[in-house]
């Protein structure tokens, strides 16, 4: 039981941050697009904004899995 809430521990630990990663590449991305293309501002963060929900969403399926191993 010891070994399982240790993984989900670490696996929470490795959701939190591969999300802080993708989100913190897609913000710089952006910005860096829309310093070079200020006209296309609005689909850049519109897709910016897809793809962060998208990111959360997958940081949020992986929690929930980690929390289910540690409740086991």
Do not use: D, N, W, Y
């Amino acid at each position: 039981m010891g070994t399982a809430i240790l993984g989900a521990g670490i696996g929470a630990g490795l959701v939190a941050l591969g999300a802080g990663l993708g989100i913190g590449r897609i913000g710089g991305s952006a910005t860096e697009a829309i310093a070079r293309q200020p006209e296309a501002s609005g689909k850049i963060q519109t897709a910016m904004i897809i793809s962060a929900a998208l990111i959360e969403g997958a940081a949020l399926f992986g929690l929930v899995i980690c929390f289910l191993i540690a409740t086991r």
